[in-house]
């Protein structure tokens, strides 16, 4: 854990890509968002753990990670002679960017109220003088 703010900002900043920045994925989430860019198709976490040549459990948690973090859709296919299986794709790179936009922007103004709260908190008051010690 960080021991100050600057220390976390340093330790954010040595992040990577934005994937990892933003949301704190691991290098298997960004090599099924990767897999899933690639690909023209929805697929399957059966077919995502083959291709990745993990188990489905890893898999899974893989694409519920970066279902959580808003860079996957997951879609319903209905069988015919009843039941369904779910298939997973990226969402669209521009909706993501606009939400990240957004984020960040909620930040930047969190931490702007902030500074400003504390300014008005510690700041000395006009007029007023040190204490005389005596």
Same mark, same amino acid.
């Given at each position: 854990m960080a021991d100050s703010m600057g220390? @976390?900002?340093? !330790?954010? @900043? !040595?992040?990577? $890509? +934005?994937?990892?920045c933003? %949301? #704190?994925?691991k290098e298997i989430d960004k090599d099924v968002f990767r897999l899933l860019n690639d690909v023209d198709e929805? +697929?399957?976490?059966?077919?995502?753990?083959? %291709?990745?040549?993990?188990?489905r459990s890893t898999a899974y948690r893989s694409v519920k990670r970066l279902l959580q973090a808003g860079f996957l859709q997951k879609d319903q296919v &209905? =069988?015919?002679? $009843?039941?369904? =299986? %779910?298939?997973? %794709?990226? /969402? #669209?790179?521009?909706?993501?960017? !606009?939400? @990240? !936009? /957004?984020m960040l &922007? #909620?930040?930047?103004?969190?931490m702007g109220q902030l500074i400003?709260?504390? $300014?008005e908190k510690y700041a000395d008051e006009p007029g007023q003088s040190p204490p005389i010690e005596g």
């Open positions: 220390e @976390m900002l340093r !330790q954010d @900043m !040595q992040c990577e $890509g +934005l994937l990892e933003f %949301h #704190d994925l929805p +697929l399957t976490v059966d077919e995502i753990a083959d %291709h990745i040549e993990r188990e &209905n =069988y015919e002679q $009843g039941g369904y =299986y %779910h298939v997973y %794709h990226p /969402r #669209d790179a521009d909706e993501i960017t !606009q939400e @990240m !936009q /957004r &922007n #909620d930040w930047y103004a969190k400003g709260e504390f $300014g």
